[in-house]
């Protein structure tokens, strides 16, 4: 079995065999920005000041150490096998970043299309 995980608008995955050519900009769809939201508070995360102290307050704890560390900054939680890892570098923070957020975090975090 072998495709493309698409995220469609209504929250529903779907595997998709071929994507349509294009590259990146057909895997996430429409091409469009997308930015994360915490809807609590339905601000934008604008970066990783914003966003580790969210993920602390729903029990997230830092990840140090591992062959990644120089790239990625990780995040796990007591009695759980979930990780979450995100680029050190915040303007590598991509929308599939986004959507993990979403899926280990439901009702925290949403993600949407941005417009310029």
Known sequence: ??????FEQ??????????SSGGRQAVMGSG???ALVHLPTGEVISGYTML??????LGWERY????????????HRKGSIDLISLPKEFTK???????????KNP??????????
């Open 1 to 6: 079995m072998s495709g493309v995980w698409m």
């Open 10 to 19: 209504n929250g529903v995955i779907r595997l998709v065999d071929h994507p």
């Open 32 to 34: 469009k920005r997308k």
């Open 52 to 57: 580790e102290p969210v993920l602390k307050g």
């Open 64 to 75: 140090y150490g591992g062959e990644n560390s120089f790239e990625f900054m990780q995040f």
């Open 93 to 103: 923070f991509n929308s599939i970043h986004m959507y993990d957020l979403v899926i």
């Open 107 to 116: 009702n925290t975090f949403q993600v949407r299309d941005v417009r310029d």
